[in-house]
């Protein structure tokens, strides 16, 4: 199936450090994403992360893969107010004269001041 | 800013109505996107263009009509929707063709009810 399955609901502290998790579908997914959508808007692009990596970072925020397991993380460091939002991790599939993105359901991040 | 626009950023239409969402790209894309975000609901693809051709049409309903006259612009035409149809309507653009790195940079959306 085409399921990119998350948590829903994550509550973290500010100061504290947040993880996502994601598990996709298609080990032949090349691209990895996160995007943030914050109330009222589009999906913003945090980061990617190639398939052949198991680790990217980028300022706060580090990516992990774990190709065997087909699992995705996002880690947040320092959290602040400004990070609440919803995160989306995204693989593409690639297929005939198209690609697309699968999205996962979304993780709503809520950070306690 | 991601180079992405949508008007209006707000619609509210009767189930008799007929309007049109806009999409622009000034990002020098190929591809562009139309999905549907409703509550509750992970992100549905509806449309995919690339290079003004249609190449995905995810089991929309024929009350939404897309149209791409070039590769900057892309329209859904909405005409006797139920209120249902109400979600936020979000356009994305990428590069094109069918691999590489494809990112997707959206638009702010238009938020839509139908009454």
């Known amino acids: 199936g085409e399921d990119v399955e998350q948590s829903l609901f994550l509550s973290v502290r500010e100061g504290d450090s947040s993880v996502i998790n994601c598990t996709y579908t298609?080990?032949?997914?090349?691209?990895l994403y996160w995007y943030k959508q914050e109330p009222g808007a589009g999906l913003q692009l945090l980061t990617y992360?190639?398939?052949?990596?198991d680790m990217k970072q980028d300022q706060r925020l580090t990516v992990l893969l774990n190709k065997k397991d087909k699992h995705l993380s996002l880690r947040i460091a320092d959290t602040q107010t400004g990070d609440s939002a919803i995160y989306f991790c995204?693989?593409?599939?690639?297929?005939?004269?198209?690609?697309?993105?699968?999205f996962g359901t979304g993780t709503l991040l809520a950070v306690q001041p | 800013e991601t180079g992405v626009t949508q008007t209006p950023r707000h619609l509210v239409m009767g189930m008799t109505n007929k309007k049109s969402l806009k999409c622009e790209q000034h990002?020098?894309?190929?591809?562009m996107y139309w999905y549907k975000q409703s509550a509750k609901k992970p992100l549905e693809l509806m449309f995919v263009?690339?290079?003004?051709?249609?190449?995905e049409n995810n089991s929309v309903p024929s009350r939404f009509s897309p149209e791409c006259p070039n590769s900057s612009h892309l329209f859904l035409h909405l005409h006797t929707l139920q209120p249902e149809d109400s979600a936020l309507y979000l356009c994305?653009?990428?590069?094109?063709?069918?691999?590489?790195?494809?990112?997707?940079?959206f638009g702010p959306g238009t938020r839509l009810l139908v009454l």
């Open positions: 990002l020098g894309h190929n591809a």
């Open positions: 995204a693989e593409i599939l690639y297929g005939g004269a198209t690609n697309k993105l699968i």
């Open positions: 298609d080990s032949s997914s090349t691209y």
């Open positions: 263009y690339n290079f003004k051709e249609q190449t």
């Open positions: 994305a653009s990428s590069q094109g063709g069918t691999r590489g790195l494809q990112t997707q940079y």
């Open positions: 992360i190639f398939s052949n990596m």
